[in-house]
């Protein structure tokens, strides 16, 4: 199935997942701006960022409630808040106020991530068709453009409450586009409890893909800039390298997981990732980095997708929803616990070391794929 095909057949949760992207985009290009307004170092910022994490664990536990009541308007509510929180940010200068602002974006990320997810694998369920690569890949072409126009609006002085402003006007005229009915299930022979096992294997998958692609949007920025010396341009083309990447893995993705089993495909694309990740500690000038953080985005880029596509087909339909929200739990604490963990790591022993640690986490990815093949996966 071509990737135009799969976005034709999934195009409203894909504008969701472009929506999601081009804000996070923005965010990891503002990063070092940001970081300076309210005057952290690299641990405090680290720490600030955990607010994110803090409205994910929150948002993940209520989504599906909140998908059930909203319905085929649930996405469309979802990417309205995510338009108001991503205000915040770009206004606040106090480190409580930022720690605040990223709460209240964790908040909407999460709702907005769990009903798009869900409203995709639905949609993989109706069809018989892989679906999750090609959509996520919407949301790295969608990041890498947001990161690449924030860089040259950085370059232009534009500040990052009229950015954010202009986004949301955006969302605002595209949000009845989002309206999508949930699957019906009428499935009451279903079993009440969550098969947990399957649940904590793949979201240990997820968990460790989003932290390596977290690690890179929120600090490859900086390293770029600190570490290597260049300017704010150069160092936004450090995220734009891993969103295009990511796009191209994900765009090429949706073609080898039709072809190739889901576990092969992460397998490969570990090593690639920590191939790439090498190459970004050891990188002597920026074009060096921007090479390993585009073989890094290829690598990451299937992981995290094919981890939430597998839970979603490995649980009963009835309980889909629920399944994908807890797994995402798992993912996505680690989205925003990595640049935490990447500060502290940087403030004692610099970027190259935060890096480093990185290509360890990536290769704990091998035991957890071979523990999915025991169970069938």
């Not at 090609?134 to 002085?157: D, I, Q």
């Not at 690598?299 to 009835?318: E, M, N, T, W, Y």
Request: net charge positive.
């Amino acid at each position: 199935m071509s990737v135009l095909n799969a976005l034709r057949l999934s195009h409203i949760p894909a504008l969701a997942f472009a929506i999601l992207g081009l804000y996070w985009g923005s965010f990891a290009a503002f990063v070092p701006l940001l970081k300076e307004r309210v005057g952290a170092g690299d641990a405090l910022f680290g720490l600030l960022l955990l607010g994110t994490a803090c409205g994910l664990a929150t948002t993940m536990w209520f989504a599906p409630v909140v998908d059930r009541w909203l319905g085929r308007w649930s996405m469309a509510v979802s990417a309205l808040a995510l338009a108001v929180a991503f205000l915040l940010p770009g206004v606040v200068t106090s480190p409580t106020g930022f720690f605040l602002a990223m709460f209240a974006c964790g908040l909407a990320s999460g709702l907005t991530d769990v009903i798009m997810n869900a409203r995709v694998s639905d949609l993989e369920a109706q069809s018989g068709r892989s679906l999750m690569n090609a959509n996520h890949g919407s949301f790295s072409l969608a990041y890498a453009v947001g990161a690449f126009a924030t860089g040259l609006a950085r370059e232009a002085a534009v500040q990052p409450g009229l950015l954010f402003a202009v986004l949301a006007l955006g969302v605002l005229l595209l949000v009845r586009r989002l309206r999508m009915e949930p699957a019906a299930t009428s499935d009451d022979t279903t079993p009440a409890s969550l098969p947990w096992g399957i649940v904590i294997l793949c979201g240990a998958v997820v968990l460790i893909a989003f932290m390596s692609e977290a690690a890179v949007e929120t600090w490859s920025a900086l390293h770029v800039e600190r570490t290597l010396g260049g300017g704010a341009a150069e160092g936004a083309l450090g995220p734009t390298m891993l969103g295009l990447t990511m796009a191209v893995g994900r765009f090429g993705g949706q073609a080898v997981s039709e072809r190739l089993s889901d576990t092969s495909v992460i397998l490969w694309a570990t090593m690639l990732a920590v191939a790439g990740t090498v190459l970004v500690v050891i990188a002597p000038v920026p074009l060096v980095a921007y090479l390993g953080f585009g073989t890094m985005g290829l690598g990451i880029s299937v992981i995290g997708p094919l981890g939430l596509a597998l839970v979603g087909r490995l649980v009963p339909a009835k309980l889909r929803t629920v399944a994908i929200s807890r797994t995402a739990v798992l993912g996505f604490l680690g989205f925003f616990a990595a640049p935490t963990i990447m500060g502290f790591v940087s403030e004692g022993y610099g970027l190259r070391a935060a890096f480093a640690a990185v290509a360890l986490l990536l290769l704990l990815l091998l035991p957890l794929v071979f523990a999915l093949r025991k169970r069938g996966a």
